[in-house]
């Protein structure tokens, strides 16, 4: 049939067909997604959502991966110097303090260790990774546990939302304090959360007081250096008086009949601490946020200051839980607001100070892991704090922990075997590396609690070690002259440090206090129950306690720096 149309037809159709597919050909290129691109955009705009990754998701530690050590999107990056130690204005202790602060540059170079030979046991060459967990994470290969220089993020970094925290995190976070001064009236009709801010200029705290402090007599005075003495006007408050000791630290009302304990009070060598004055130290306090982070040490540190607050306030309502929880142990965060100062003492749960996790192994079972090179999943609270307590040491001690084998993780690398010392050495490095760059020397103030001697006789904490019938303090021996590693490697990191912080160095001052510990008497057996001795608890303090001696010391650093200035 082909051949009945004419030869001009079917020249006409071949070159149709081919302009056809050349031009088909052509407008390929026009129709694809780049080419697209302005059409799609109005679609974009009009139905706006996340944009996707091309790439599988990646299995990270927890969903908390975002790091919350950096700044928000809307904090401004710092722009004030490091200042040099000893030489820090700290007079937001009683005002309000400027935004805009110029210190002087540190100079002085870093403090060189003395603890080079490490009898931890470090290893002198760290195994191969065993695993891969996340391509994201930063991680610098040339770091050895040295100081290192860390330069500051230029991009914001957005904190994340405590939504599913199973350590007891609200959703919710308070807005920050007001800073306000002692002459600014407060309604008793409101809940201190809308006060006028009035600028104040009251003295410094000058940073040497950390170690020492000028008494009536003109003579300096190590507060950490003394002995326990027996004084009949203690405890500051009585047995069952606060309702703020959970049951573990509860001994008189877990059963415990002696009461001795409760009769010490320390006394530093050739000085008296000052009285503690729960009014006095509330006004210094006012439009404040004072927040001790760390383990259930500072959880017992905590409870001890909200009693001895609660003991001198006139109108004890003013008081109160701003979320209504009770302290127990099993939440990790806590805000105690005191209505008529506008100031909040605060408690939030980090084991570790850095961030703990956790990877699925090779038989798809779920292990901890601990990220020594990253900040605890907590830090975007502790930025909102103008006064922070921070410890840690106890769980250093456990058994996965000490061990160190899968464990310890520095960027995307979990170790098959780490030595714990060194771990927590560069813990507290990146602990220090976060307080140099997210603290204002100027107007916040940080305290590092030292170490809190254990008493446990014939074994430890997990292998039937006691300290139970112990009814005095050790008053001689070699024990009151024990310190420990830790605190030599707590010591070594805040010498590096260029943001000044306070070693409250309550390790000796423990030594002493064998008698103070809960030991059986950490649950309630007042109801005909028998006591059981087969695990005590030789680590934690009774309360009251101990651990009101280490909140009497910051009171008097607090009192003596302001008097004295």
Known sequence: MASFIPLRKKNRYAIVTISVVFFFLMSIPFFSKRALEPTLHF??????????????????????????????????????????????DFGF????????????????????????????????????PISQ??????????????????EDKTKPIKEPEFVNDPGGLETSIQEPI??????????????????????????????????????????NCDLYMGTWVKDEEYPIYSPGSCPYVDEAFSCQG???SDSKYLKWRWKPDGCDLPRFNATDFL???????????????NRNQFESLLC???????DKSRMYEIHGHKITKGRGYFVFNFADYNCTVEFVRSHFLVREGTRINGQGNSNPTLSIDRIDKSAGRWKRADILVFNTGHWWAHGKTARGKNYYKEGDVVYPKFDAVEAYRRSLRTWGRWIDKNVNPAKQLVFYRGYSSAHFRGGDWDSGGACNGETEPILSGAFLNNYPLKMKIVEEVIQEMQVPVILLNVTRLTNFRKDGHPSVYGKNITEGKRVSTRKQDCSHWCLPGVPDAWNELIYTIIHQSSSTS
């Open 93 to 128: 202790i009683n005002s309000g303090g400027n935004d805009e602060v110029s210190v002087e540059e540190k100079t002085k170079p870093l403090y060189k260790s003395q603890f080079v030979t490490d009898p931890g046991g470090l290893e002198p060459s760290i195994q191969e």
């Open 133 to 150: 967990i996340s391509e994201n994470e930063s991680f610098d290969s040339g770091f050895n546990g040295s100081v290192v220089s860390v």
């Open 254 to 256: 877990n059963g415990r």
């Open 178 to 219: 007001s800073q306000i001064s002692e002459n600014d009236s407060v309604d008793p009709g409101t809940n201190g959360s809308e006060v006028a801010v009035e600028e104040n200029t009251r003295p410094i705290i000058d940073n040497e007081t950390s170690v020492k402090i000028v008494d009536n007599g003109g003579k």
């Open 308 to 314: 001895l607050l609660h003991e001198g306030l006139p």
């Open 43 to 88: 679609y974009t705009d009009l139905y706006h959502s996340q944009p996707h990754s091309v790439h599988p998701p990646i299995i990270v530690d927890d969903v908390f991966e975002a790091d919350t050590g950096g700044f928000e999107p809307s904090d401004p990056q710092p722009t004030w110097q490091i200042p040099k130690k000893g030489s820090v």
């Open 283 to 297: 006004v210094r306090l006012r439009g404040k946020r004072l927040m001790l982070v760390g383990d259930s040490m």
